[in-house]
């Protein structure tokens, strides 16, 4: 089955540390995504991918660092420069960037502080 | 930049009984409209969408949305609710303006009691 998969699903951070979150997926996607959760705020943008080697900022990119070097992956870094890592973090993608086209999402990474 | 409000943060509603959850958008412009659903400690599933044509829009588990330009509004309604629809809802919008244009409201807790 074609999907998106993140790893791990809970993942904690020691102060000073980055940590990576993988996010791959197999449905030939080219535009993907990195959104952060936290309770009755929704969903908020990161970083996005439009094609392999291309990668923009979203809303809220302090802090974090992303890569895209080949199609199917789309890792997300949280660095030290982070100071409220703690959320759920999701992973999506669609056939290509345009509004209508719908998002797929992963089952998401739960970051905590140790 | 688009805005998304979804006026009701928890719904709790009697099994059997109708629902509806609110949606309303700040453009009038074209949009995009999607209904995502999030089931505890998962991703966002797609529920239905409306890209265009017919403004009533049905999901396969018996979820409907209107989409309804003049108030900009695209309300989830469910005529029966069941347990197994105890989830979080998600309306979303984006126009054609670009790739990181997916608008989140900060999502609806539905409960069904038994």
């Known amino acids: 089955d074609g999907g998106i998969t993140q790893s791990p699903k809970y993942l904690f951070r020691k102060e000073g540390q980055n940590v990576t979150l993988s996010c791959e997926q197999n449905?030939?996607?080219?535009?993907m995504y990195w959104y952060r959760q936290d309770p009755g705020q929704g969903l908020r943008l990161i970083y996005y991918s439009q094609i392999v080697n291309d990668f923009q900022k979203g809303d809220i990119a302090e802090g974090y660092s992303v890569s895209r070097e080949k199609k199917e992956s789309f890792p997300l870094t949280v660095t030290s420069a982070q100071k409220n890592p703690t959320a759920f973090y999701l992973c999506?993608?669609?056939?290509?960037?345009?509004?209508?086209?719908?998002?797929?999402f992963g089952d998401g990474t739960r970051l905590s502080i140790l | 930049a688009q805005s998304v409000t979804q006026l009701d943060s928890q719904v709790p509603v009697f099994e059997e009984a109708p629902v509806e959850l609110r949606c309303n958008y700040s453009s009038s412009v074209s949009v995009y409209l999607f209904w995502y659903v999030q089931y505890p400690n998962q991703g966002l599933q797609l529920l239905l969408k409306y890209l265009s044509g017919s403004t009533l829009v049905e999901s396969i588990n018996g979820f409907e949305a209107e989409f309804n330009k003049s108030q900009t509004s695209f309300h989830l309604r469910k005529p029966s609710v069941h347990i197994s629809d105890t989830a979080e809802y998600f309306c979303?919008?984006?126009?054609?303006?670009?790739?990181?244009?997916?608008?989140f409201g900060t999502g609806t807790r539905l409960t069904v009691i038994p």
């Open positions: 449905l030939n996607h080219d535009a």
């Open positions: 999506a993608s669609n056939r290509v960037a345009s509004g209508n086209q719908p998002q797929h």
């Open positions: 979303a919008v984006s126009d054609s303006g670009g790739a990181n244009n997916l608008f």
